[in-house]
């Protein structure tokens, strides 16, 4: 079993900074790849940014130059450093990892960012 916790949303004016963090716990060797995805209201779930296991990164467009996704694997935690931030990010942020199926099997509870304007 996995669990994934995230902290440090919060809300932030427009133009500021926020770091996610996500710490993994449970059986941390059956964990492959690491995301992050959001959700806002009354949207679909998107993944904005992902890790593999040898620091590969990738990022959706919207947040490309923006935000960094960084991974401490002695301390089993993943970052989302986002900065420059927008109202268009406000949303429930949520980290997941991937199985050894290569898909994202384990989920967090989601924090909430909010970003005003």
């Known amino acids: 079993q996995v669990r994934l916790v995230e902290s440090g949303g919060g809300l932030v004016q427009a133009g500021g900074s926020l770091r996610l963090s996500c710490a993994a716990s449970?059986?941390?060797?059956?964990?492959?790849?690491m995301g992050w995805y959001r959700q806002a209201a009354g949207k679909k779930r998107e993944l904005v940014a992902a890790?593999?296991?040898?620091?590969?990164?990738n990022y959706a467009d919207s947040v490309q130059d923006r935000f960094t996704i960084s991974r401490d694997n002695a301390k089993n935690t993943v970052y989302l450093q986002m900065n420059s931030l927008k109202p268009e990010d406000t949303a429930v942020y949520y980290c997941?990892?991937?199985?050894?199926?290569?898909?994202?099997?384990?989920w967090g509870q989601g924090t909430q960012v909010t970003v005003s304007s």
């Open positions: 997941a990892g991937q199985s050894w199926r290569g898909i994202y099997d384990y």
């Open positions: 449970g059986t941390i060797s059956s964990v492959n790849g």
């Open positions: 890790i593999t296991s040898s620091g590969g990164t």
